[in-house]
C-alpha cells in the first residue's frame, strides 16, 4: 500500500502549470511538504508573477482528495524571495594586521523597467474606492454605489482588490470558482452587477500572504483574463491603506478617478488623508470624498447623534480641496444587509442610508462626466 507522501506526489503530478505545460512537482513549483500523523498537510507552493493565481486552489484541492488527508495549508512564496543567497567569497589568509582593501566599485545595476499602463476601453470608466485605513465601511460602499449605477441602467462590474480581506462574497451573496471559458474566466453576477473576487479562488480561512509581485499579477490577471464585456463603469474595493494593490492597480491600467472613504473621527481623517496625496502622486484624478457613518438617527426622536464625532469629512475635503460627495448615516441595516448578501441599496431602497448612497452615484457620474465629457 502506498505512503500518504506517495499519494500526495501522485496527486500533485496531476496539477498542470498552464505557463510551463508541465506538472507543479515537475516545475519544482513545490516546497517544503510537512506531514503530521493525524492527516495535516502544509506546504509550500512557489507562485511567479507569470503563473496562473488559481493553481494555488488546484494544488489545494487536489491534496485534499487523497485519502488520509484531514486538513491541508498552502504558504504561497514568491520564487524571486525564495532563492539561496550566493555562497560567500573565500577570504585571503590571514597575515598579520592590515588595512582594510577597498573592493573595486560594482557595475551600476540598471533600475527595474516600470510597468506601462495597458488600457482596457471594454472596461469603461474604471473607479477606484480606497480608505486610508480598515474599519470605515469601504467595501460597503463600494458594492452600493456599484448597485446604485446599475440601478439606473449603467452596466457595471466590480473587482475585489483587497487581496487581505476579500469580503465581496459575502457581501453579495456569491461564492463558488467561477467558470472558465476559453481561457477566460466568468464573473459571477448578483443583482445585476458583475464581480469578480479573490474570495472566490481561495478557502474562506487561506491566509493571503502575497506581496509584490504576487498582487501585481492577481489584479493583473482579474483586469485581463476575466470575460468582463462591455460595462460602462468599473469599481475596484481596494485594500485599505497605501500599498502593494494600490501601485498595483496604477501600473497595470489607467484609473480613470478615485474615491476615499472615511468616518468623522480624526484618526480615520488622518489616514485618509495619505490615501489622497497617494493616488494624486500616481496621478489619478481624485473624485472626491465620502464620509460613511455620519451620525445615527435616534429611533424616538428622530435627531442625528454623531456617534463618531461630526465634520471629519469636510474637513478632509477642504483641506485637499476635493468635494464631499456625500455623507453616510449609520444604520444597522447597512451591516445586516452586508452579511447575507442584499445590501442596503436593494434591500432597503427607501432607508437614509439608501438614498445617500444613490446621491453620492449620481454625484460620482457628474465628476466624470466633468472629466470625461463624451
Do not use: C
Request: glycine share 10%; net charge neutral.
Amino acid at each position: 500500500m502506498s505512503t500518504l507522501q506517495e499519494r500526495i506526489s501522485h496527486a500533485l503530478s496531476g496539477v498542470q502549470n498552464p505557463r510551463t505545460g508541465t506538472s507543479v512537482l515537475a516545475a519544482e513549483m513545490v516546497r517544503d511538504i510537512a506531514l503530521t500523523v493525524e492527516g495535516r498537510v502544509r506546504l509550500t507552493l512557489l507562485l511567479g508573477a507569470a503563473d496562473d493565481a488559481t493553481l494555488v486552489r488546484a494544488v489545494r484541492q487536489a491534496i485534499e482528495h487523497v485519502e488520509g488527508v484531514a486538513d491541508v495549508r498552502v504558504d504561497v512564496r514568491d520564487p524571486a524571495q525564495s532563492a539561496a543567497p550566493p555562497p560567500p567569497k573565500p577570504s585571503a589568509p590571514a597575515t598579520g594586521r592590515s588595512l582594510p582593501v577597498m573592493e573595486a566599485a560594482p557595475a551600476p545595476r540598471k533600475p527595474p523597467a516600470v510597468p506601462q499602463p495597458v488600457g482596457y476601453p471594454n472596461l469603461g470608466r474604471i473607479i477606484a474606492v480606497s480608505s486610508g485605513k480598515g474599519g470605515v465601511g469601504k467595501s460597503t460602499v463600494a458594492v452600493n454605489l456599484a448597485l446604485a449605477l446599475v440601478a439606473v441602467g449603467h452596466r457595471v462590474g466590480i473587482m475585489d482588490a483587497d487581496i487581505y480581506g476579500p469580503n465581496l462574497p459575502l457581501m453579495l451573496g456569491v461564492d463558488h470558482a467561477p467558470a472558465v471559458i476559453d481561457d477566460k474566466m466568468v464573473p459571477l453576477e448578483a443583482h445585476g452587477l458583475k464581480i469578480m473576487s479573490l474570495g472566490f479562488l481561495i478557502e474562506k480561512d487561506q491566509p493571503a500572504i502575497w506581496r509584490g509581485p504576487i498582487v501585481m499579477k492577481l489584479i493583473t490577471q482579474f483586469l485581463r483574463d476575466v470575460n468582463w464585456g462591455v460595462l460602462d463603469y468599473f469599481l475596484v474595493d481596494m485594500p485599505p491603506g497605501t500599498g502593494d494593490a494600490q501601485l498595483s492597480l496604477v501600473q497595470a491600467t489607467n484609473v480613470h478617478g478615485a474615491i476615499i472613504v472615511t468616518t468623522p473621527q480624526q484618526v480615520a481623517v488622518g489616514d485618509a488623508l495619505r490615501g489622497v496625496k497617494m493616488f494624486e502622486r500616481t496621478n489619478v484624478p481624485m473624485l472626491g470624498i465620502v464620509e460613511n457613518m455620519s451620525w445615527f438617527e435616534n429611533p424616538e426622536t428622530g435627531k442625528p447623534i454623531a456617534i463618531f464625532g461630526s465634520g471629519g469629512g469636510a474637513r478632509l475635503a477642504a483641506d485637499t480641496n476635493l468635494p464631499l460627495l456625500g455623507q453616510i448615516p449609520l444604520d444597522p441595516r447597512v451591516q445586516e444587509g452586508g452579511d447575507t448578501g442584499r445590501p442596503i441599496v436593494v434591500a432597503e431602497p427607501s432607508s437614509a442610508a439608501a438614498k445617500a448612497l444613490v446621491k453620492i452615484a449620481a454625484r460620482v457620474v457628474e465628476r466624470m462626466n466633468e472629466r470625461y465629457p463624451a
